[in-house]
């Protein structure tokens, strides 16, 4: 992380120096700084001139002495708040009153590293992400007694040196890990209930939602010894919010060394750098197919309706399905289960579908089956799904299927953010579509599925759970009621 901060401020105009306590770690890296500027000579990408110049303005710091006449000190060392505040009291000692100091962490509190310093108002977060270079958002953070003057500087600072400067109160996770809780821990508990395995989740959140990576694929890139202790911090931070609640089956693979890509395995197997995975099943292949019934209640009916015409299926009109009729339900976070009982449906006939993304936006269809639908009819539907070629996956019964809880987690937790104040709600979708690669903000994406709809995925979700994780949050609700996008701006 120094050495991205270090190469994006030289190359914006700034005279940089390096310094770490483990000795030659400084040198090398500047030797590693000034061969990526060599390889982007190579490409064509940068000329000889700005790589001399580049090269004349990073140096080596023998001491932190050196940073005596220093404008700004960035911190980018280890996550402990002991050592932190132990390196910003000596560096206080060294600078001038007017030197900014700012650390990197992303996950301790900059009011607590900043509570030992003579003057904390002068003191700041500045989270990067990683590869610097390439991940063009950095976190400006507010500590309890940090002038705003300064958090304007370093947002213009930012912007000097190519990155889009997001403003963050001093709350756990800042933006990006907070608003990220909802992606890895809603997926763990998928899992975790046996609705489905890792290598489906991930196919199923990359073709109906559009994400690049699946959240396991995201875990074993990251690595667990990252990314769990990461989810326990926020989660004990706030005082074990159950959105936040972490997951015994990270816990064991850290324990194990399943890291992730680094040490070979993870959720997945890595050979040589390449990640393993076991092709999907081809779609059964069925004699006869029964018609199909669509609940008067299904989530995108029309759509619904015309899908299963243009499939070729036969569909049925009656006010009720016939006797041996496939009964197709779309519910929104209720489960097939529950649908099925209420509307007093034959649960053997009875299989669900996921309705909350537009078919024709996604490239898979997710079905889900009741503990009672029969074989015949569960590969009878699979099997009509997937006659246009799109891919299909067949999950056990879960409220909500994979998608909506997802989602719903992830749209949720950004309000609750907005709620509290953490940042603006472009500032929340700007650092999150930046330092997370999701396809859309948080709140964006809330209004593409329609904050009404997510708004029943979340209350029926608490139904049928009855855990508080799911509990829509005000903010969220105020907007549903009033019909209002959730990225509209309050006066």
Same mark, same amino acid.
């Given at each position: 992380m120094g050495r991205g901060i270090a190469q994006i401020a030289a190359q914006a105009g700034s005279q940089v120096l390096l310094f770490d306590s483990q000795s030659d770690a400084a040198s090398r890296g500047r030797e590693s700084i000034v061969a990526q500027w060599r390889k982007l000579q190579e490409k064509s990408r940068l000329n000889s001139e700005d790589l001399e110049a580049n090269t004349a303005r990073l140096a080596v710091a023998e001491s932190v002495q050196a940073f005596a006449d220093c404008d700004l000190v960035i911190e980018a060392i280890v996550e402990n708040l002991d050592i932190k505040r132990t390196v910003f009291k000596q560096l206080e000692g060294v600078v001038s009153d007017s030197a900014a100091l700012v650390t990197n962490t992303s996950s301790l509190? !900059?009011?607590?590293?900043?509570?030992?310093?003579?003057?904390?108002?002068?003191?700041?977060?500045?989270?990067?992400?990683?590869?610097?270079?390439?991940?063009?958002?950095?976190?400006?953070?507010?500590?309890?007694?940090?002038?705003?003057?300064?958090?304007?500087?370093?947002?213009?600072?930012?912007?000097?040196?190519?990155?889009?400067?997001?403003?963050?109160?001093?709350?756990?996770?800042? $933006?990006?890990?907070?608003?990220?809780?909802?992606?890895? @821990?809603?997926?763990?508990? $998928?899992?975790?209930?046996?609705?489905?395995?890792?290598? @489906?989740?991930?196919?199923?959140?990359?073709? /109906?939602?559009?994400?690049?990576?699946?959240?396991?694929?995201?875990?074993?890139?990251?690595?667990?010894?990252?990314?769990?202790?990461?989810?326990?911090?926020?989660?004990?931070?706030?005082?074990?919010?159950?959105?936040?609640?972490?997951?015994?089956?990270? +816990? /064991?693979?850290?324990?194990?060394?399943?890291?992730?890509?680094?040490?070979? #395995?993870?959720?997945?197997?890595?050979?040589?750098?390449?990640? /393993?995975?076991?092709?999907?099943?081809?779609?059964?292949? =069925?004699?006869?197919?029964?018609?199909?019934?669509?609940?008067?209640?299904?989530?995108?009916?029309?759509?619904?309706?015309?899908?299963?015409?243009?499939?070729?299926? /036969?569909? #049925? @009109?009656? +006010?009720?399905?016939?006797?041996?009729? $496939?009964?197709? =339900?779309?519910?929104?976070?209720?489960? !097939?289960?529950?649908?099925?009982?209420?509307?007093?449906?034959?649960?053997?006939?009875?299989?669900?579908?996921?309705?909350?993304?537009?078919?024709?936006?996604?490239?898979?269809?997710?079905?889900?089956?009741?503990?009672?639908?029969?074989?015949? $009819?569960?590969?009878?539907?699979?099997?009509?799904?997937?006659?246009?070629g799109k891919a299909v996956s067949v999950i056990r019964d879960s409220a909500g299927f994979v998608t909506q809880r997802v989602i719903g987690s992830i749209v949720n937790i950004a309000s609750d953010m907005c709620q509290q104040g953490v940042c603006t709600p472009a500032d929340l979708d700007t650092a999150v579509r930046f330092g997370l690669g999701y396809p859309q903000g948080p709140l964006a994406m809330g209004d593409l599925y329609g904050p009404t709809n997510i708004l029943e995925v979340l209350f029926n979700l608490q139904t049928v759970y009855g855990d508080p994780r799911y509990r829509p949050s005000p903010w969220l609700r105020r907007r549903g009621a009033l019909g209002l996008s959730l990225t509209h701006q309050e006066e």
């Open positions: 509190s !900059v009011t607590a590293i900043a509570a030992g310093l003579r003057r904390p108002e002068r003191f700041a977060g500045f989270h990067f992400f990683n590869p610097v270079p390439l991940m063009k958002v950095v976190e400006v953070v507010a500590g309890f007694k940090t002038e705003p003057a300064l958090c304007r500087r370093l947002a213009d600072f930012a912007s000097d040196m190519g990155h889009s400067a997001v403003q963050a109160k001093d709350t756990p996770g800042f $933006i990006v890990n907070h608003a990220g809780r909802g992606y890895g @821990t809603e997926a763990l508990r $998928i899992v975790g209930e046996s609705v489905t395995d890792f290598a @489906t989740v991930d196919r199923i959140l990359k073709d /109906q939602a559009g994400f690049r990576l699946g959240p396991f694929e995201l875990f074993d890139l990251t690595a667990l010894d990252v990314s769990h202790p990461v989810m326990e911090s926020i989660y004990h931070q706030y005082y074990e919010e159950p959105r936040f609640r972490p997951s015994v089956i990270t +816990a /064991q693979r850290l324990a194990a060394g399943a890291l992730g890509r680094k040490t070979g #395995e993870g959720f997945y197997r890595y050979v040589d750098g390449a990640m /393993q995975t076991s092709a999907e099943a081809p779609a059964p292949t =069925v004699g006869h197919v029964p018609s199909f019934w669509v609940s008067a209640r299904a989530t995108r009916r029309p759509e619904l309706l015309k899908l299963v015409h243009e499939l070729g299926a /036969q569909l #049925e @009109t009656g +006010a009720t399905p016939s006797s041996t009729a $496939i009964i197709l =339900v779309a519910p929104l976070g209720f489960d !097939v289960t529950t649908v099925a009982a209420v509307d007093h449906l034959d649960a053997t006939r009875t299989i669900g579908i996921d309705m909350l993304p537009a078919d024709a936006a996604t490239k898979r269809r997710v079905l889900a089956t009741n503990p009672a639908t029969r074989r015949d $009819i569960r590969d009878a539907a699979h099997s009509v799904f997937a006659r246009d």
